[in-house]
């Protein structure tokens, strides 16, 4: 995670944004080998640093205080409506998902089967989102 993201979310972030967890990497491979995947070091970065939440109502699934892995949970839940098993759910955005491709590290868009490029990578998303939340703030 760059450190203009960083900034970005300390400029905007409000108490109980995100939650925080201690996330260790013994939770981030139990997590990667459930999903069997590996997942970017990027997103890593945000699990470890910010855990779960989001600035201005936009919610980047992670970790919760309780250790509780809604990422996980969330994939898992969704992999039985045909999610593909490389796609790890890292937005729920009712309509569709945002997600990370395993296999590429882009994030697509997942809805009824059908996946679309979004963003290049992790750290494209969560800057884009954030900018787009700030806009409403």
């Not at 919610?59 to 790890?88: A, C, H, K, N």
């Not at 590290?105 to 954030?130: H, N, P, Q, T």
């Amino acid at each position: 995670m760059t450190e203009k993201i960083r900034n970005l979310i300390k400029k905007y972030e409000v108490k109980g944004d995100f939650t925080h967890a201690e996330v260790s990497d013994a939770v981030i491979a139990a997590a990667e080998q459930t999903l069997n995947v590996k997942l970017p070091q990027q997103y890593i970065a945000f699990l470890k640093e910010f855990g779960h939440g989001g600035i201005g109502g936009i919610d980047t699934l992670g970790v919760g205080l309780t250790g509780r892995m809604i990422f996980l949970e969330t994939t898992l839940e969704y992999r039985r409506y045909g999610l593909p098993q490389s796609f790890v759910v890292i937005e729920n955005c009712d309509e569709w998902l945002y997600c990370i491709d395993c296999s590429s590290y882009k994030v697509v868009s997942w809805e009824d089967g059908y996946a679309e490029d979004e963003y290049g990578s992790f750290d494209d998303y969560l800057a884009e989102r954030i900018n787009e939340a700030a806009e409403n703030i």
